[in-house]
């Protein structure tokens, strides 16, 4: 089991806190952006007088509320076409253990979100990657370079879009060219959209659902976490049309039960987020962008692609290694009390020594406090002994 | 993935229920009894504004709270050797993927908790089983049985302590030759200890915790579902001394991020639940459970031994197949209106062929409505077309 890039750190973040500094944390995309109101008042407003079991697919007064907000997207889907999970995370979990056995590959563009590995990993599944470059902004690699890497092992493409890490959002060109491959290779096309809303410049997020002939290939994952700063509920949902998926991770729910009872109530509440949330989110997210790929960019030796979605970025640094970086910032550096903690980027990647001086950063403090994470940045840059001359 | 004999017949119940059936459902550990009102009371007066990810072994306030919890029930550990989990289930299946790689081997005493096979198929562990008898009220089998069956591939024996689906309590003699056993030949020793509160006619449980020596062998999984009957909570525990343990079950831990926020604080919350509730409690449970297993065995045919924990008895039945008698009953079978729900104990067993004629049944219903229960069981044996003759 590999270890987190993004939770990694935190004995050296503890640390840190102990000894009086203040971490300013863009290691982990957890928003400080209120949940909405309607969640917390449903939380409130409970009644009930058991906190029972429901039922191994979720309630289904919430995978209702489900079908009806993919609808209001585009999305035509039944509530039996999906599986509420705890988290997008179990989400993965039960995908990786239905599609493939032991031994099975799965391609993924990297650099991908870590924790792919640990539900591969965990799987006996191998993870192929195709590596994008902060170069092409971490657009979609030549569609030959995934064909390339299919073996009889091969079981699905897995991508995440809009991207964690990348924050880029990927075109309907690249989509179709990943859904012809799939279609022809006979692959599952695995998609995590759970940051669908986050995305910027007036861009719209295409959904994989949304494309035709995809019925048996198209698995998506999604999550309630950061579409309404609501991270701790750990309610997401698997969707699919292919009901022998669906049938098989069945299995894998019922063996855990059900996911969380008052968290589904939560998140069914959700659903009335009033529109101007979305909006209010949308306009906080674009400015802290702007604020943190400007600053990154403006120290010397950075270099920091825009994102297109998402509220990460990936920034390469001027330094030997980004991961003994991120470690030094907590365990021996500070400016003025206070330091950043990162996630080193190694950890996004499976091709051994890819990434190495890379970070990601999350845009999830607001934009004062991201520039003075941006001056922690620069002063610990400059006195960092591992940087490059 | 194997099916789940608990919840594999709810098609079935669905089905009965939209014809009009009124289904008991005796299939599943889902305790009637109402949740304690401390912990209602904390949902309801939560104050957050963030809906956030926790620490992910569990909020440190939760984690002090369940030491406290255990230092009181004569075991001390501290909150450094314990993670928070979403539910037993997910202890369990963090436990397997610590302990053993694809193709190592696990003995578990059968019928045992049909989910073990499912968490350990996902990790492509192997169930070894040691079947126990219901002719000795399914006590542990001799340990020569489990010493003949440890391979080079053994990493552990799984014990469920009381027993789900038996209702058998281990003895201390039976716990002390596990003991040995486990550390002559080196293996850890799994516990689950869920129905640790679940205890009649004065029996007391007994943590694989109290034993010395067992430090590096003893692991615990543990879960508020039952105690507080807040099964939809999934909030449970694993526990162990084992450093190497904990730091690899940790790496599972981080990437599933954290367990869900609300429910920790319910589950802190209830451990101010009153003595007098679990009392209460005890004495409605062993009222049920003398109602139960009397009533079986009343039945001609019927044979049930008398639980001495949990919350489950195994009858055998005068039937071919109770699978198809328990999907029978449900989709072809109504007395009065109403028929009965339950687990037919064959996905209990790993052996092949074993369990075929037994049904586990939960008494978590009341009294009055476990009597019903017992004249619809009467009434569909008599009818059932594949009744022994």
Redesign the interface.
């Known amino acids: 089991?590999?270890?987190?890039p993004?939770?990694?750190l935190?004995p050296y973040a503890e640390q840190a806190v102990e000894k009086g500094v203040k971490v300013y944390q863009l290691n982990?995309g957890?928003?400080?952006?209120?949940?909405p109101k309607v969640?917390?008042d449903a939380?409130?407003?409970?009644d009930?007088?058991?906190?029972?079991?429901?039922?191994?697919a979720g309630f289904l007064d919430y995978r209702q509320a489900l079908a009806k907000y993919y609808r209001n997207n585009g999305v035509e889907i039944t509530t039996s076409d999906l599986i509420v999970t705890?988290?997008g995370?179990?989400a993965l979990?039960f995908v990786m253990?239905?599609i493939a056995d032991?031994g099975d590959e799965v391609i993924i563009p990297e650099p991908f979100y870590a924790?792919y590995n640990?539900?591969s990993t965990?799987?006996?599944v191998k993870v192929v990657p195709v590596t994008s470059y902060l170069e092409d902004n971490f657009s979609l690699p030549p569609i030959e370079d995934f064909e390339d890497r299919i073996t009889e092992r091969t079981k699905a493409i897995l991508i995440c879009n809009p991207g964690n890490p990348t924050g880029y959002l990927y075109t309907r060109e690249e989509l179709e060219k990943l859904r012809d491959l799939v279609i022809r290779r006979n692959l599952y096309l695995v998609v995590d959209e759970v940051y669908r809303e986050f995305t910027y410049d007036d861009r719209k997020h295409i959904s994989i659902l949304e494309f035709e002939g995809l019925e048996d290939h198209a698995i998506v994952v999604d999550s309630v976490s950061k579409r309404y700063?609501?991270?701790?509920?750990?309610i997401g949902c698997l969707i699919s049309r292919n009901k022998e998926i669906i049938h098989?991770a069945m299995?894998?729910a019922?063996?855990?039960?059900?996911?969380?009872?008052?968290?589904q109530i939560?998140a069914k509440a959700a659903m009335d987020t009033p529109a101007s949330y979305f909006k209010e989110v949308a306009t906080e997210y674009t400015h802290r962008r702007n604020v943190l790929v400007a600053g990154l960019n403006a120290i010397p030796g950075v270099e920091c692609p825009m994102p297109k979605g998402a509220f990460y970025c990936l920034a390469k640094l001027p330094v030997d290694n980004a991961d003994s970086f991120a470690r030094w910032m907590l365990a021996e550096f500070e400016h003025e009390g206070a330091t950043v903690m990162v996630a080193p980027a190694e950890g996004f990647y499976a091709t051994v020594g890819e990434g190495k001086q890379m970070v990601r950063l999350a845009y999830v403090l607001e934009v004062e406090v991201l520039k003075k994470c941006l001056v922690i940045l620069e002063k610990a840059l400059e006195a960092y002994p591992g940087r490059e001359k």
């Open positions: 089991m590999p270890e987190s993004i939770r990694k935190v982990i957890q928003p400080d952006l209120p949940t969640v917390l939380v409130k407003n409970i009930l007088t058991i906190l029972e079991y429901s039922h191994s705890t988290g995370s179990e979990s253990g239905t032991e924790n640990g539900f965990a799987y006996g700063s609501m991270c701790g509920a750990r098989t299995k894998f019922q063996a855990r039960l059900s996911p969380p009872t008052i968290e939560a």
